[in-house]
Nanobody, 127 residues
């Protein structure tokens, strides 16, 4: 089992920045990838970014590339999502997730492949 707890959400004006944190506990040593997803009201959960736990390779959705940065601190078992140049369309509940098995890069964007999820943290960007 892996437990995930997100923090760092809040209200920010367009153009501003936020840093989300995801603290992991439990069997983190068996984790292949950590991902961030988001879900806005009435919409499906969508992939934002992912990072391999051991090697630090990163992957991003086109909509956030160049604005968001995912990173991890293995010693602290924590994954971060630095969000810059925020837009109103970034408003959503942001979830951290852990993927235990190795899969090809293409499959990292699919929420159904992730084994553990946090409760989410709300990000609201005002115009």
């Amino acid at each position: 089992q892996v437990q995930l707890v997100e923090s760092g959400g809040g209200l920010v004006q367009a153009g501003g920045s936020l840093r989300l944190s995801c603290s992991a506990s439990g069997r983190t040593f068996s984790t292949y990838v950590m991902g961030w997803f988001r879900q806005a009201p009435g919409k499906e959960r969508e992939f934002v970014a992912a990072i391999t736990w051991s090697g630090g390779s990163t992957y991003y959705a086109d909509s956030v590339k160049g604005r968001f940065t995912i990173s991890r601190d293995s010693a602290k078992n924590t994954v971060y999502l630095q969000m810059n140049s925020l837009k109103p369309e970034d408003t959503a509940n942001y979830y951290c997730a852990a993927h235990q098995q190795y899969v090809g890069t293409y499959y990292l964007q699919f929420a159904r492949g992730y084994d553990y999820w946090g409760q989410g943290t709300q990000v609201t960007v005002s115009s």
